[in-house]
């Protein structure tokens, strides 16, 4: 099964390309991420498990950003040494996304 769910929709006389993004987070207090990307920017970004406050304000912080951006700023950052974190789990669900 593909997590990855894409429609087409018809947008005045433009394509727009929506990605519905599932992802299975791994070494996080988090368990799933959702979010959606459309024409390359992301929005609502929800954690499923892990720190609520602090997920909800990444979630408001990225909100309307480019994906690569998102993915670009959070890749890399480190909770407690696990070599992970909840924001580096998001910038690997983006780049998984992408396909990159």
Same mark, same amino acid.
């Given at each position: 099964?593909? +997590?990855? !769910?894409?429609? !087409?929709?018809?947008? &005045?006389? #433009?394509? !727009? /390309? *929506?990605?519905?993004?599932?992802? *299975? $987070?791994?070494?996080?207090?988090?368990? #799933? /991420?959702? &979010?959606?990307?459309?024409?390359?920017?992301?929005?609502? %970004?929800? &954690? %499923?498990?892990?720190?609520?406050?602090?997920? =909800?304000? /990444?979630?408001?912080?990225?909100?309307?950003? +480019? @994906?690569? #951006?998102?993915?670009?700023?959070?890749?890399?950052?480190?909770?407690?040494?696990?070599? $992970?974190?909840? +924001?580096? =789990?998001?910038?690997? @669900? /983006?780049?998984?996304?992408?396909? !990159?």
């Amino acid at each position: 099964m593909n +997590p990855y !769910e894409c429609k !087409e929709l018809e947008s &005045f006389s #433009e394509k !727009e /390309i *929506t990605m519905n993004v599932s992802y *299975t $987070t791994h070494g996080t207090c988090s368990r #799933e /991420i959702h &979010f959606d990307i459309e024409d390359g920017i992301i929005h609502n %970004v929800s &954690f %499923v498990g892990g720190c609520n406050g602090n997920l =909800q304000g /990444i979630g408001k912080l990225v909100e309307g950003m +480019p @994906a690569s #951006e998102v993915e670009e700023r959070l890749a890399g950052v480190n909770c407690n040494g696990k070599g $992970t974190s909840c +924001p580096d =789990q998001l910038a690997k @669900a /983006i780049k998984e996304a992408l396909g !990159e």
